[in-house]
């Protein structure tokens, strides 16, 4: 039985992927394979190749034949440079830049606006004032009373000024 590692191709009409496995020759294009060792997604930029090296080497040592287009992606993985000991074995493979998240997405909105964030995590509306709580210490009531007592005074002088006025 000759053992290929070939492209299985999945997806819809026109966003294919293909999963990288290893079929019995005979088999058709879709069939049942006997391990899957990878998937190839050519529509991303860069095209994302993900093959698992330690089962490529094991199938190709096992005499497995890759196709055209399998050989051209282990060549990209470095793992046909591995196999067959030649340099370079590290691959030209591309990696698409990781994402920024989401917050740092944010943070740097804010700067572009003008808006100093300074690293604190509040929100963008001021929170409201807590409500006194009912229950003082009986040491911070007098307090509070004149307190009470001195704002009331103040504001009372002026409306009556302004009573007198009119």
């Known amino acids: 039985m000759a053992v290929k590692i070939r492209l299985k191709r999945m997806g819809k009409i026109r966003a294919p992927f293909y999963r990288v496995v290893v079929m019995d020759s005979r088999a058709k294009r ?16 860069p095209s994302l190749i993900d093959i698992d090296s330690d089962r490529a080497q094991y199938w190709l040592g096992q005499g497995a034949q890759p196709t055209e287009a399998v050989a051209a992606l282990l060549k990209v993985t470095g793992d046909w440079q591995k196999y ?3 340099p370079g074995a590290e691959g030209t493979l591309k990696v698409k830049a990781p994402k920024t998240s989401k917050k740092d997405l944010y943070e740097a909105a804010i700067a572009a606006a003008g808006k100093s964030d300074a690293g604190t995590d509040s929100a963008t509306t001021p929170k409201k004032k ?10 911070e009531e ?5 307190a009470k007592a001195d704002e ?12 007198d006025q009119a």
């Open 152 to 163: 009331a005074a103040t504001t009372e002088a002026p409306a009556a000024e302004a009573a």
């Open 84 to 86: 067959k000991g030649e």
């Open 142 to 146: 007098p307090k509070a009373e004149e």
């Open 30 to 45: 879709d069939g049942r394979a006997i391990e899957e060792i990878g998937k190839y997604h050519p529509t991303e930029e």
């Open 130 to 139: 807590a409500a006194k709580k009912a229950e003082e210490t009986p040491a």
